[in-house]
């Protein structure tokens, strides 16, 4: 396997670990759910990035931490546009392999 992207979420992920563990233990098993549910690792990786500041509010971090997360996970949609227009589109590589058009 080529592993390509990725780099960014998992540094985001390593920044969260750090700050709160269980927020990130709680966000894998939301990113597991959703590929297990639909096998896209973009989809997982992008619903974990929207429940990450959740998890962080509803946990009471920091204040500080919170508008952090939100602007890790804002960068991390930034950086899936074309993720997203893959999945709209129905052209997004799953965990299986490359879709056919």
């Keep these: 396997m080529k592993f390509r ?3 960014g979420v ?3 992920l390593g920044v969260c670990l ?3 563990p269980y927020a990130v233990a ?3 098993v939301v990113f597991i759910v959703v590929v297990l549910t639909w096998p896209y690792v973009s989809l997982g990786s992008l619903v974990a990035a929207a429940a990450m500041p959740l998890l962080f ?3 009471h971090t920091d204040e ?3 508008y952090m997360v939100v602007i890790m996970a804002i960068l991390i949609f930034v950086r899936h546009r074309e993720n997203i227009r893959r ?3 129905g052209t997004e590589s ?3 392999g490359p879709r056919k058009s």
Excluded: E, F, N, S
Aim: one cysteine or more; proline letters at 0%.
């Design 10 to 12: 998992a540094t985001a």
């Design 26 to 28: 709680i966000d894998v």
């Design 94 to 96: 799953t965990i299986r």
């Design 18 to 20: 750090g700050l709160v």
């Design 5 to 7: 992207g990725g780099k």
């Design 57 to 59: 509010y509803v946990l």
């Design 87 to 89: 999945l709209c589109a």
């Design 64 to 66: 500080l931490y919170v």
